[in-house]
């Protein structure tokens, strides 16, 4: 991950809206800091005085729960003095555990100042342009933009309108994929239902007996069609090579397999490992994942947390201490040695020899071994988040009125770096695209699978968005209140995996 360097109270001010990925309006913004780095970054709304003890003790657990050395509170104002309650209500809380509030801050009309400080001007600091605080450029190469607000960051997920011409063309088509999908075997098990009619529903798995499909030279059934299909769709829509009008024609194969809880759990666990063991998927699913997806589509957790090799490396070959297996030659850029198979729980020694040969032969096909993926290159998530981890090293000791010049020179960034940083902003922003085209009856699934993706990835001010939305939609969506849930209390998504 790239390093970001901080000058003082007005670069972290200036460059708190691109971190958010919206203008905070009217809001007071909590910034944690373990020693030197940024840690977790949340908004509150401002409320009245009445009101600000109670909402500052109800957001202290989450704040506190990764242990920050200290914060910094700032108020964005539109009437002076409005932030004040709760930013005292906040540094009251945080000062009780030991906690050292760094900076009381409040910005209105262009200007901030401290809260309390003799030597700020009675109209206060002009904020500086953005052009001349070099860590915005660093925002902005990753991917990052600021929106008006929070709302316009909210519509970048809203589903397709009733009144759009495709709204009902679209939903017909994902209803008929379904149907397909239901008549050839498959679970739609994740339709929402009435509580009269609510019960466990029975899930599906694939039969033992059945071989990888696409691999094994047979016929493919029905549903290994159909999934094939699936993980096809994904696989070009996350690397942009569906776009524009051709969204539209996928979109069933995208939006219709989410209602079965098993492929988008396994589109989850692929993406975001840890979240769902690879050991629980289908071994002929996980082949497809990586033959399909493909290792350069998975990603680690918000801050560069490390994964468990154990389930980073799991259709890699790897065992338990992240050391290739026998199973595995390590000279292959994630290639199998397919002349030394074992006996552990990887993918390969859970496939038939038949299985084995033509996944062999796809390989050399699509010319995976010329194209290193290694785990230890798998794409850093970008860890630029509200409300958890921020990996931008602040270069140099900060003094309580952050005002020391942090002049350390970042070194070692390369563009692959940048590169591998910005992957989790444009796959998010690929699957807005889908999200926009789907209608709202099929939408929850998917905004849960995007919210899945922005927590782990660290981007809580898009994970909300996106569970919000889906929440509005289907209340009871279990997906979805977990990683309300997530968000809500603070958890890390390293702490999940």
């Not at 914060?71 to 709760?86: H, R, W, Y």
């Not at 493919?220 to 096809?232: G, P, Y």
């Amino acid at each position: 991950m790239p390093k970001i360097s901080l000058s003082g109270p007005a670069e972290l001010l200036t460059i708190i809206p691109f971190h958010l990925g919206f203008q905070p309006v009217r809001s007071v913004v909590v910034v944690c800091f373990h020693g030197k780095r940024l840690g977790l970054v949340a908004r509150l709304d401002v409320v009245d005085a009445g009101l600000a003890a109670e909402a500052a003790a109800q957001t202290l657990p989450t704040l506190l729960q990764g242990e920050p050395s200290s914060v910094a509170l700032v108020g964005f104002e539109d009437i002076p003095d409005e932030s004040l309650p709760l930013l005292e209500a906040l540094a009251s809380g945080v000062e009780a555990e030991r906690v050292v509030v760094r900076e009381r801050l409040v910005l209105r009309g262009g200007r901030w100042h401290s809260v309390g400080c003799d030597c700020c001007p009675d109209e206060g600091w002009l904020l500086p342009e953005t052009s001349d605080v070099p860590a915005v450029a660093s925002y902005v190469a990753l991917g990052h933009a600021v929106l008006p607000d929070r709302d316009e960051l909210s519509r970048l997920v809203e589903p397709l309108p009733a009144t759009d011409l495709r709204h009902e063309l679209t939903r017909t088509a994902i209803e008929h994929w379904q149907r397909r999908y239901a008549a050839a075997g498959g679970s739609v098990d994740d339709l929402p239902q009435q509580p009269a009619q609510r019960r466990r529903s029975a899930r599906r798995t694939w039969p033992a007996a059945e071989g990888v499909g696409l691999l094994d030279g047979g016929e493919l059934t029905a549903r290994q069609f159909l999934v094939n299909d699936f993980l096809v769709a994904w696989g070009g829509a996350l690397r942009g090579d569906i776009e524009g009008y051709g969204l539209e024609h996928w979109l069933p194969s995208l939006v219709g397999p989410l209602r079965d809880v098993e492929l988008r759990d396994a589109l989850i666990g692929w993406l975001c490992p840890g979240t769902v063991p690879l050991e629980n998927v289908p071994a002929d699913l996980v082949v497809m994942l990586d033959v399909l997806l493909g290792p350069e589509l998975r990603l680690v957790p918000a801050g560069g947390d490390a994964v468990p090799d154990r389930d980073r490396g799991r259709a890699r070959g790897l065992d338990a201490e992240g050391e290739p297996e026998g199973e595995w030659d390590e000279g292959l850029a994630g290639g199998p040695d397919w002349d030394a198979l074992g006996s552990g729980d990887d993918v390969i020694s859970r496939l038939a020899a038949s299985d084995v040969e033509a996944l062999r032969a796809l390989h050399a096909l699509l010319d995976l071994e010329s194209s290193p993926a290694t785990p230890d290159k798998a794409p850093a998530g970008s860890s630029l988040t509200d409300p958890t981890d921020l990996t931008g090293d602040v270069t140099d000791d900060m003094t309580d009125e952050m005002t020391d010049e942090m002049t350390d020179e970042v070194t070692g960034d390369s563009w692959e770096d940048w590169d591998e940083a910005s992957l989790p902003r444009l796959l998010l922003g690929r699957l807005e695209q889908v999200c926009r085209l789907t209608p709202a009856a099929h939408a929850a699934p998917l905004l849960s699978v995007v919210a899945s993706l922005a927590w782990w990835c660290g981007d809580g001010a898009r994970a909300g968005v996106a569970v919000d939305q889906a929440l509005d939609l289907e209340p009871d969506h279990r997906l979805s209140l977990l990683v309300r849930q997530s968000l809500d209390h603070g958890i890390r998504p390293s702490r999940c995996a």
